[in-house]
């Protein structure tokens, strides 16, 4: 397709690499740049007085088949075989789904071993989520997932689905897990279970990662260099 002509002063922004292929492909319109999203890093901070809970899989969002819930629930029923300590908390809107998990998807263990919290504000997530031993995000599709940034500045490790723009947050083996299927998740989970010491050096790495490259202040620099670079070609 051809590519329609930007304006001299319409400049794109995108929020994501993947945000940029998207409107591309769509409206055949470039990007002048991508300036990702930042979180606040104090915010979502270690917090060393909250314990994690040994073997527990956190997450974190509206609970829906779009958000990989249901699969989420699978590996769990398959996890507590060989891990039968493990637990499962989920956070976020949608009481009927929850319901739909227990009556369809969970196992009669799983169910026993699992914790629905409904929906919370953010200042209540933080110090929730630093009890996790692992925050598994098997999400179908992201623009640019907050949360992803929200569960590594907490120093937590991620285990996420392999959709486009997870690699441009998740360096697989290093700050993070990328899984492409149930068989990776229940992999990586077991990996985190049996090797704690290794899991703690990639959950530090995360938080490393999250506050060099997406913390709310290099957001907000990257867009006030933005504005002057675009003040002196007006000029």
Known sequence: STT??????????AVSEFSAKAIQNIYSVDTHKVIYNGIDTKVFSPDPSVETIDQSIFYFGTLSDAKGVDTLAKVFNEVLKFYPKASLHLIGKGNAYW?????????????KQTTY????????????????????FPTKGENFPFSFLEAMA???????????VTKEIIEHHKNGFIANNETDFIKYISHVFDDPEEAHKIAINARKHIVTHFSKEKMVSETLNLYNELIKISN
């Open 4 to 13: 329609t002509p930007t304006p001299r002063f319409l400049k794109i922004v």
């Open 99 to 111: 319901n739909y998990l227990c009556e369809h998807v969970l196992s009669r263990d799983a169910k």
């Open 117 to 136: 919290y409904g929906a919370k504000q953010l200042y209540e997530l933080p110090k929730l989520l630093c009890k996790a031993n692992i925050i598994c």
């Open 154 to 164: 907490l120093e937590k490790l991620v285990i996420a689905n392999n959709i486009p």
